[in-house]
T-cell receptor, first 114, second 112 residues
């Protein structure tokens, strides 16, 4: 079991460029999440998908879009990157919907926007 | 609006000592309080969690203390070891809600 995998590990973008962060899990989990981690800000939820076919906004959704491609995959897209989106991005999954369920995190994508 | 306040931001403890990290919350609907541990270059991982029907939960050297009336909870690491050096996040969730609200993190360093 690979758990939660994320690609790429590192990325540098210029302002205005677009990119998609990929996330996949092999644990047959129903719920998936995208967070960003910034110094002094902790982990902030961008979007989540409680189950296949559904997505909802989190705390900081502006500038991002998501796609729950299937049960395994949940991608995060930056349409027009801005320096404020420089961050470390984590994908997570949990077996079922509901905050009681343990979230399993991927290794992260470190994104720099110049 | 930060719903979960965590302190201190960083903490240095001598090997063998007790590490204490505190969190306070505002939303009385929160009823699940996990702690996540994150090593450099890795994603966070669940360490220990508590629900408010108990005031304390212990797993090995790690203990969560919970004070419902004060809306505070804390992580105690007994006999702290260099391998415990990591960033610790408290979090809070409520039943019927998909989301966890995380604290801002505490960078713990255990020195020999």
């Amino acid at each position: 079991n690979a758990g939660v995998t994320q690609t790429p590990k590192f990325q540098v973008l210029k302002t205005g460029q677009s990119m998609t962060l990929q996330c996949a899990q092999d644990m047959n989990h129903n719920s998936m999440y995208w967070y960003r981690q910034d110094p002094g800000m902790g982990l902030r939820l961008i979007y989540y998908s409680a189950s296949e076919g559904t997505t909802d906004k989190g705390e900081v959704p502006n500038g991002y879009n998501v796609s729950r491609l299937n049960k395994r995959e949940f991608s995060l897209r930056l349409e027009s990157a801005a320096p404020s989106q420089t961050s470390v991005y984590f994908c997570a999954s949990s077996l079922d919907r509901g905050s009681y369920n343990e979230q399993f995190f991927g290794p992260g994508t470190r994104l720099t926007v110049l | 609006q930060q719903q979960v306040k965590q302190s201190p931001q960083s903490l240095i403890v001598q090997k063998g000592g007790i590490s204490i990290i505190n969190c306070a919350y505002e939303n009385t609907a929160f009823d699940y309080f996990p702690w996540y541990q994150q090593f450099p270059g890795k994603g966070p991982a669940l360490l220990i969690a508590i629900r408010p029907d108990v005031s304390e939960k212990k797993e090995g050297r790690f203990t969560i203390s919970f004070n419902k009336s004060a809306k505070q909870f804390s992580l105690h690491i007994m006999d702290s070891q260099p391998g415990d050096s990591a960033t610790y996040f408290c979090a809070a969730g409520e039943s019927g809600n998909e989301k966890l609200t995380f604290g801002t993190g505490t960078r713990l360093t255990i020195i020999p």
